[in-house]
């Protein structure tokens, strides 16, 4: 839906803004700032250009609805600029303004979310307004200044921005925007905060937990905006973040807890079960009642785009890397944190591109070191330009390693980054190397029989393609990453992988070897954030020779 461009003229000054039905404005205009008449000056044109119209009077802030004098020479370039014919208009009468029961009931729904407009005028239908009320309701929420408008993608030089997380805009936006969408929002950030009497449960923790925790009760209570729970793979435990959700909830403030859609209901459970008196819930989709929650749960690929609506965000990554699709998470998620609200993200890597999207530098929490108390092997990066054959080829002290895992009698799990390598590496070692195919079978994402028969021991090598494999506990293993420059294999997945490895019950330190044409950076982001955790790990007494 298009807008138009007005020029109301008040007492002190002129006033420039957009709407979807300026008689609506008039209206409100004329009670509240004293404005005697409004003159339409373009046609309907896309709320991006009609913003781009805007700064031409008011700069690059998009603060609009201050009294100006009037910018007739800005006007008339910008509308050159854009190529926008001008035209002149007056609105001689206002319309009628919804009631403020209408007005509240649709209001309520927007507050803490980043709704589109063709959302609303579905969400709209169900609360029994028409097409015509919907719109009316919202420029006068918008004309009151108590919602905002943007568009989902702007244009920025010759590249599509996204107005969510402002970078360029993906081709199947994870959120479901449409490139001519038009985006609805307003801050919930005027919730008055009632104490609620919460009680935290908490079993035996180790030293390692009980240190993260005190760091994240501390985070919570301090004066930090951001902070990064840097979690080895495996070391993670609800109790390190409970205190402080409790801190929060407490005081009356409300959580939000994102992570991946499998252990959505893990989450729920540990967190419910440890705050007895919070209301904690898993929310779908764009519901309606989140704000009855202390305590909402939502899984990267199924929830609302929240504005300014929690006292605390908490971003789970430890498994993101096993959702394909989403992409740009920090971003999305730090738009759900009020203005002195506070926003945690778990990850085992804190990059560098992440520490710069905080606002502030973020106080770094560390869990670096699995339960087994064993320090990650440091993955040996091997590299062959043979690789890129359309055969399988394993340089020797590749093959070396699979040889001495099977005169060990160690298991040895390889992961390739498609179905096809599957299959190239397992006619490779069964043909060209000799090894009985009794002992390897292939893990495939829709068929996990292979990997119970692999965690039983009934096969010493193998094969996978599916992420999700990495994610489960097997002792005594090696590892193998073939062709890990590939783009499947991101900085957060080869961690994971490499740390399937430190999950041995004895002392000896397994191997994990990175196959590769080339190092590229992200095999040396891994290798060196593994190091870093090992490095903390020893420094803080948790690694013990």
């Not at 205190?243 to 909830?249: F, K, L, Q, S, T």
């Not at 292939?442 to 039983?456: A, M, Q």
Request: charged residues 30%; aromatic residues 10%.
């Amino acid at each position: 839906m298009d807008v138009v461009v007005y020029k109301a003229k008040g007492k002190d000054g002129y006033l420039y803004d957009i709407s979807f039905n300026p008689t609506i404005d008039f209206e409100i205009l004329r009670r509240t700032r004293n404005v005697s008449s409004i003159e339409i000056i373009t046609p309907e044109v896309s709320v991006a250009s009609a913003q781009e119209l805007l700064k031409g009077v008011y700069g690059n802030s998009l603060v609009f609805g201050k009294l100006v004098d009037s910018q007739e020479y800005r006007i008339n370039s910008a509308l050159k600029k854009l190529n926008i014919d001008k035209v002149q208009r007056k609105i001689t009468e206002g319309a009628y303004i919804p009631s403020n029961e209408d007005i509240r009931r649709l209001e309520e729904y927007i507050t803490g979310r980043i709704l589109t407009l063709n959302k609303l005028a579905l969400i709209g239908r169900d609360f029994g307004f028409n097409e015509e009320q919907i719109i009316n309701i919202i420029q006068s929420l918008y004309c009151e200044r108590r919602i905002k408008i943007m568009p989902a993608i702007k244009r920025t030089g010759n590249k599509n921005i996204c107005s969510i997380c402002n970078k360029e805009a993906c081709m199947e936006c994870c959120m479901g925007f449409n490139e001519d969408d038009i985006l609805l929002y307003a801050a919930d950030n005027y919730n008055i905060n009632k104490s609620k009497n919460i009680h935290v449960r908490m079993g035996r923790i180790s030293e390692t937990i009980k240190s993260a925790r005190d760091g994240v009760c501390n985070f919570v209570k301090s004066k930090r905006n951001s902070g990064i729970l840097w979690c080895a793979p495996s070391s993670f435990e609800y109790e390190s973040i409970i205190d402080g959700i409790a801190e929060v909830v407490k005081k009356g403030g409300r959580v939000l807890y994102a992570t991946s859609t499998f252990i959505t209901y893990e989450a729920k459970e540990a967190i419910s079960g440890a705050l007895e008196g919070a209301e904690v819930d898993i929310i779908y989709g764009f519901e309606s009642d989140y704000k009855k929650n202390d305590v909402c749960i939502c899984s990267y690929s199924e929830f609302p785009c929240f504005y300014k609506a929690f006292d605390l965000v908490i971003l789970d990554q430890r498994y993101a890397f096993l959702e394909k699709s989403i992409q740009n998470l920090l971003y999305i998620y730090q738009r759900a944190v009020k203005e002195k609200g506070k926003f945690l993200n778990i990850t085992c890597y804190p990059g560098i591109d992440k520490k710069r999207f905080f606002r502030s530098s973020p106080e770094i929490i560390p869990i670096p070191v699995t339960y087994r108390k064993n320090p990650i092997p440091e993955p040996r990066i091997i590299t062959s330009r043979f690789l890129k054959g359309a055969d399988a080829f394993f340089p020797q002290m590749v093959m070396d390693v699979i040889k001495w895992s099977m005169e060990e009698n160690s298991r040895l799990l390889i992961f390739v980054p498609d179905e096809g390598e599957v299959h190239k590496v397992y006619y490779y070692l069964v043909n060209m190397e000799g090894i009985d195919r009794d002992m390897i079978d292939l893990s495939y994402e829709k068929d996990k029989t292979p990997l119970l028969r692999f965690k039983r021991g009934e096969v010493q090598i193998l094969i996978s393609m599916d992420l999700k494999d990495s994610t489960h506990i097997i002792e005594d293993i090696n590892i193998i990453v073939m062709n890990s420059d590939d783009e499947v294999y991101r900085v957060d997945t080869l961690i994971n992988i490499a740390a399937m490895a430190a999950m041995a019950t004895d002392k000896k330190l397994r191997e994990v070897m990175f196959v590769a044409t080339q190092e590229n950076e992200r095999l040396s982001l891994a290798k060196s954030t593994i190091r870093s955790i090992n490095r903390i790990s020893w420094e803080m007494g948790y690694i013990k020779r």
